[in-house]
Nanobody, 116 residues
């Protein structure tokens, strides 16, 4: 069974930084695009960033210049470096990946709270 597991969430003060990680595990022979999304309280899921296996990246407007996505292919892991965090970044952050060409897999999420 293939799964994605996020880690690195927690409580951080405004202006602070966090790095989220997401590792894919299971019977894997291919990992394509990997990405990050979030769901803020009372809002719909929002696209944050995506990275291809060739490390081409794309970002949502709300996080451009503050968040950076990266990946280590040999570890089947994707990261999200989040800087200059704001209270409105408080959300559950989800990892997503295209695995084994036709599986669209989601993690269970990790909570990030930005508060003083």
């Amino acid at each position: 069974q293939v799964q994605l597991v996020e880690s690195g969430g927690g409580l951080v003060q405004p202006g602070g930084s966090l790095r989220l990680s997401c590792a894919a595990s299971g019977s894997i022979f291919s990992v394509g695009d990997m990405g990050w999304y979030r769901r803020c309280p009372g809002k719909e899921r929002e696209f944050l960033a995506r990275i291809t296996s060739g490390r081409n990246t794309a970002y949502g407007d709300s996080v451009k210049g503050r968040f950076t996505i990266s990946r280590v292919n040999v570890k089947n892991t994707v990261y999200l470096q989040m800087n200059s965090l704001k209270p409105e970044d408080t959300a559950v952050y989800y990892c997503n990946a295209r695995i084994n060409y036709d599986m669209d897999v989601w993690g269970k999420g990790t909570l990030v709270t930005v508060s003083s």
